[in-house]
């Protein structure tokens, strides 16, 4: 960028939100994926007035400009790959408005989604989608990528629960789109085009999300596999049994291995698998159904079921869930996470794929992840600086993406294609399919500004890890 | 239309299934909402091979095609205002798979919705979109116009279950969107930007749709009001208190009155409104909630609550509001029928102003529908033959929708914009809102083949019904 470019952005953006200083730029150089990409400029968004003013302005001088949260993404949407401006948006937090009548909360982009939850959980009610960063990601981040969670088993993920949305176009102009009633068909349906966009449509400035009233009461199961094929089959006997429950996490005997080597809690790590299920509603229904629940797990050959009674034994169980990210990054510093998803039938088949692939590439593979809905997560733990590892990483990788496509699934449940995935495209939707989608990015911004070199593979492209 | 045209049609599609006699295109002229466009010719699909190399010599000729399921569209969606050929999708109903394990049905765009429910709860499971329609609409016609239902208030409407599609494009491509996962964050969301598309962005030709478990039990509860504004309180204190209820229905004075003199049922001619809710679940869950909404009610000044016990009571009780639509049309023979939609809180005000209209343009006035998420039903009774009286109807029908608007809501909830609302997008959407709809309308379809002349209005057009 130019210095007189700088400058202009200066008179557009209040002061002390516009950084250049080299170290500001690097922390603005990388998410929670791979890759590091140094941008020209930041600009602290504040307002959407300014955002617009802003817009305009790259749209018409052709700078990329690359929205951002708080960069906690898996799959590289919020690098400035082309360099340019990076808008954070974290800085826009100032709304938070829960309507408890219309059963919805209004939002600016910058507000972390565990802020939303405890805001709505005072009137009783409940924002569905629970990413596991929900603590330290942006509402704008979850969006922008369309983020799941445990929950989306039962719930669905964040474009289930986003009814209107206040977006800055890519030729600065303030739209709104949908609106505060929970059904709309006035045209085309912008809000769910818009969410899991990863910035490349518009920036998000302000949401409307629904709510529901929070279940009165909450019920876990625990279940101990010595096969990991078995605990498939348990996962498939719950879901067609008439019960639908609000989690049903998977964690493989490499996850339990390595959450105990982090903070021993006392895991079978000689079993196969455990899974976690939770039931959530009417006090009497969810304890009918984890007696079910239950049931079902010991017909199928669990080692072992547990129902936790109180509250500080169901956290327990649940703290297990939660350690793996952090537990697996202690093995090695390099995490590459998937998020590959399969038809919930193909679960166990997929299992097994994952273990051919662990072996044949002899990697750090560890399985765990939303099992119920197919939603897996194959985290490899490699050292970014062996080039050989990582050249062995890059071709597990697209086995993985090529397992899971060939049973019918997606190269993405929840995580976003942003730079890491776009190679794959291709595969999964054919070439006329990406087209029809390029022909919406081309529509809507001829001059390619928003977040350029995310989703869309440039010819030929192919992942690289070891470089 | 050419006769060289029709005769390659012919070519294209297998016998039988090309229909030009005049009797036969009277018959695919007309939907269930105003007007009669006769076509050139009428196409009965049946396969996606020919539907593809139909639509490749529609782009090519310049011929407009219009899809329709069974034409019970209440806003012109399948009209073929501009001519050209109506593509009869209802014909295409061969498939209808149930994958219990995968919680997926896969379905033919002809098949009745009802034989999707019928199907689902074989396996136990349940698909929960219900247009009061279903019996007699086709699941592509409810894919197309996102059509919603009294259940929409704790599910969700036709796109909340929609996870993969077969798509032909408006070059005659055969795309796949999405597929058999409930997580696909694979670039733009395809799916749910066709589906409510009103055939202007491409066919479908298949769908796989998410199943859930069918709750186990249900319960219902009638309360009857002597003051619409109390029913209205009721309503928005039921939804803070912590439970969904599957159904809450409204009907006012004028629907009950219509409905008595249709069919002899008992219903309280006298009060202003009654409620009708529906709640689904676990036995014990839905018996406490019965209770719980029931105490709601008379807390805030029912004349009167029910809790029917056996299921012939609880038919008798949903056959009073099943049997509105029926009923109202003996009284005129043209029913104008509304979906404007408010937030829920705006229900007591939206009803005081339609009342207001009533009054103002001296129309008869029925409302009733599903209260709970503000998708109140105006439906305007009246003779199309009186061109007087359907100037005023034209007035009051515009404002409506500038009522529903000023409170924050929506044109339309579930029944679409089609060829009746297209005039009045501005008023929601705004000029630049509207044309980054345009934009993606011209960059699929740059020829304008697809169902031409509906969603988007001509410049300077107005809503004419006295003509």
Known sequence: MEKRQIQEIKKIIAKGRVLTDSSDLYSYSFDGSFGTYIPDVVVQAKDVQEIAQLVKFANHELIPITPRGQATCLSGGPLPVRGGIVLDMSTMKDLLEIDAEDLVAIVSPGVLTSNIHKAAEKFGLMYPPDPSSSHVSTIGGNLAENSGGPRGLKYGVTKDYVIGLEVVTPQGAIIKTGGRTVKNVTGYDLTKLIVGSEGTLGIITKAILRLIPKPPASETVMAIFDSLVDAGAAISKILISGILPSKLELMDQASMQAVEDYEPLGLPINAEAMILIELDGHPVAVRDEAKHVSKVCMDVGAREVKIPQSQ????????ARKLVSPAIVRIKPTKISEDATVPRSKIPEMCRRLQEIKKKYNIHLVIFGHAGDGNLHPNII????????????????????QSAIDLGGTLSGEHGIGTMKSPFMKMELGEIGLEMMKRIKEAWDPNNILNPGEIFPEPGQKLVLSE
Chains 1, 2 share one sequence.
């Not at 500080?312 to 703290?319: L, Q, R, T």
Request: charged content about 50%.
């Open 312 to 319: 500080s034994e169901k956290d327990e169980v649940w703290k």
């Open 382 to 401: 490699a050292n970014k600086s062996d080039k050989e590892e990582m050249k062995r990483v890059e071709q597990a990788v697209t086995e993985i993406f």
